[in-house]
């Protein structure tokens, strides 16, 4: 995964670092829903081939059935997931990813998946490395599908 030259945290012209698999520091997923749950996006972020990962539903929705969806998939997930909701849903996305940030995630890097977002495998195992490369890196923002 080669990032845009004009990304913040780039390396210049160095070369991309290894990938990590393991042994990386731990990585907060952050998915963020409205009533706009995806399965499939949330299956990219259980399917990262780096190991050191947990996933937050920060799950904003008010539609009863949308509620009885992400129940469903968390119910079935394991350990490596947390439901996360709010009672009162201020200051909308940002908000959401604040009250996340503030009261359940405690990892040292963390990374923000919108609910339509599907991340290749190794999206964490080659963004993880970046980060670290840079210590001035305050975060990074990647294209993907």
């Known amino acids: 995964m080669r990032f845009d030259p ?14 990590i698999r393991s042994g990386g520091p731990p990585v907060a997923m ?7 749950f995806d399965k499939t996006s949330v299956a990219s972020c259980l399917a990262q081939d780096y190991d050191a990962t947990h996933l937050y539903i920060l799950d904003d929705s008010s539609n009863p059935a949308m509620l009885d969806r992400v129940d469903s998939f968390v119910a079935g997930a394991g350990d490596r997931v947390t439901l ?16 996340g940030l503030a009261t359940v995630a405690t990892e040292p890097l963390f990374v923000t998946v919108d609910a339509d977002e599907i991340l290749p495998p190794d999206f964490l195992s080659k963004l993880v490395p ?16």
């Open 30 to 36: 952050l998915y963020t829903t409205c009533n706009d």
């Open 6 to 19: 004009g990304v913040a945290g780039r390396l210049g012209d160095k070369a991309d670092p290894a990938p």
């Open 130 to 145: 970046r980060i670290l490369a840079d210590p001035n890196c305050g975060f990074i923002q990647a294209n993907h599908r």
């Open 84 to 99: 996360v909701r709010r009672t009162k849903r201020r200051g909308f996305k940002a908000g959401n990813l604040n009250h």
